[in-house]
């Protein structure tokens, strides 16, 4: 299976001349591979300018490249009396393949649920997007069995009612809150237990076989120091890069690692 690599700019950088500058470098740093899958998920207002035409070259600049294009997040509906909301029609249309949804941010300062996201993850598929949800427990602090319960209920809520064949479009990160925006990453020995238990998961939801390559992330302080150990110990099948995806270079490198694998 391909390793998948996604860039999560949050709400950076400020300005559309910034984002055009970090993206063409991201192309010019992430290099060509046949065995990553590379995702960039700007603010979406900047998607429509960064839009890729069928055959892979950008709109902008001339520039050829591989990258996909990832929105953030997205509404559960097409089109209505929805203020502020962006439909998953409306990102398949200027070329998003991929949706991150769940994301603790979103949960914690946007009021996302596991209702919400369920609804968001129906909607997505049934537009055509592929989705990544991300899921993670808030402390360690209590026991084991109580965090554990958490991811659980998240990936359950998350995918409740989604049938076996729309999985295949389905990606889980895990992203322990307390390693994002810190310094303080999870370490792949952990991350390998929870990418199995994700799985286990998925395998009372959808059965064994659908489990066994379901796709798990990791994100949460993925830097180039640790993208490797994660990668290679971690039991996962790729990353979600918060910070370190502002830096193209890198970026280019946490690229570099996943594809030398
Ligand atoms: P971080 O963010 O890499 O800056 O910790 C990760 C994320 O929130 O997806």
């Keep these: 299976m391909k390793k998948l690599i996604v860039a999560n700019w949050k709400c950076n950088p400020a300005t559309l001349r910034q984002a055009q500058e970090l993206f063409r470098a991201t192309i010019k740093a992430v290099p ?3 065995n990553v899958k590379v995702v960039v998920c700007p603010p979406s207002v900047y ?4 839009r890729f035409s069928a055959k892979g070259g950008s709109a902008f600049g001339g ?14 509906e097409d089109t209505g009396a929805y203020t502020g909301a962006v439909g998953p029609r409306m990102l398949k249309s200027v070329g998003v393949t991929y949706v991150v949804m769940g994301h603790s941010e979103r949960r914690e300062q946007f009021g996302d649920t596991n209702e919400s996201v369920r609804k968001k993850v129906a909607a997505a598929l049934k537009g055509g997007l592929c989705v990544i949800v991300c899921v993670g427990e808030k402390t360690r602090e209590a026991d084991a069995s109580e965090y554990a319960l958490y991811v659980k209920k998240e990936v359950e809520e ?6 076996k064949a729309a999985l295949k479009n389905v990606v889980v990160a895990y992203e322990p809150l307390w390693a994002i ?21 998925i395998a009372g939801m959808f059965g064994n076989v659908v489990a066994q390559s379901f796709p798990v992330l990791y994100g949460g302080s993925v830097n180039i120091g640790n993208a490797r150990a994660f990668l290679r110990d971690g039991g ?8 370190a995806s502002l830096d193209s270079k890198a970026f280019g490198k946490i690229v570099e690692e996943a594809n030398g694998l």
Excluded: C, H, N
């Excluded at 998607?47 to 960064?50: E, K, N, T, V």
């Excluded at 925006?181 to 998961?201: C, F, N, Q, V």
């Excluded at 996962?236 to 910070?243: C, E, K, P």
């Design 158 to 163: 998350a995918l409740r009612g989604i049938s």
């Design 181 to 201: 925006g810190s310094d303080e990453a999870d370490t792949p020995e952990s991350t390998l237990e929870m990418a199995l238990y994700i799985r286990k998961i």
């Design 236 to 243: 996962v099948d790729g990353l979600l890069v918060g910070r």
């Design 63 to 76: 520039q050829v490249s591989g990258l996909k294009l990832g929105a953030q997040d997205v509404f559960w």
């Design 47 to 50: 998607l429509s300018g960064f």
């Design 32 to 34: 060509k591979s046949k």
